[in-house]
């Protein structure tokens, strides 16, 4: 009976939704970081490819982040998405499938519109960094001003307290 119930309760997607996402940050985020940190450390990148297939699985995981958060109320709805994406992400880890996705569907998308994102994110860096120069220089107004305030708040203290012995 308890191992009955045991079986039901693990069969509940419900109760083991909250592992199965853990599991999927585990290895979908947190092992591929440590692959990675492996391959930029590594010295003979001339006969390894291990740095290739770090980059194509960050490439591949990112778009499907990018897509997931865009359709997760969609996936609410569905108990055993969080098992199903950690099936999906060891599949990308070990049997070349980010490698697959990335040459089937990410690189021919991206090399389409090339020109198109490259002229976007240009205009985009542009724009952040006119903001920011904008930004820095009142941000430096403002402390200017505040010191000052407070240069002079020193001295007209410094001037009553001098006056008053």
């Not at 995981?61 to 969609?74: H, R, T, V, W």
Request: hydrophobic share 40%; aromatic share 12%.
């Amino acid at each position: 009976l308890v191992q009955q119930a045991g079986v039901v309760a693990l069969l509940n997607p419900k109760n083991t939704a909250g592992v199965a996402r853990a599991a999927c940050i585990l290895i979908g985020a947190a092992y591929p970081v440590y692959r990675t940190f492996k391959a930029l450390e590594r010295r003979r990148f001339l006969f390894d490819n291990s740095r290739d297939g770090v980059l194509t699985y960050w490439s591949v995981f990112g778009c499907l982040s990018m897509a997931e958060a865009a359709s997760e109320p969609l996936f609410q709805l569905f108990p055993w998405y969080y098992h199903c994406k950690l099936g999906f992400i060891v599949w990308l880890q070990s049997h070349q499938g980010a490698d697959k996705l990335y040459k089937d569907y990410i690189k021919p998308l991206l090399l389409k519109h090339e020109s198109k994102v490259d002229g976007a994110l240009t205009y985009v860096d542009k724009e952040v960094n006119t903001h920011v120069y904008e930004a820095g220089s009142e941000v430096g107004q403002l402390f200017r001003a505040a010191r000052a305030v407070r240069d002079t708040v020193q001295s007209s203290l410094g001037s009553l307290f001098n006056s008053s012995s």
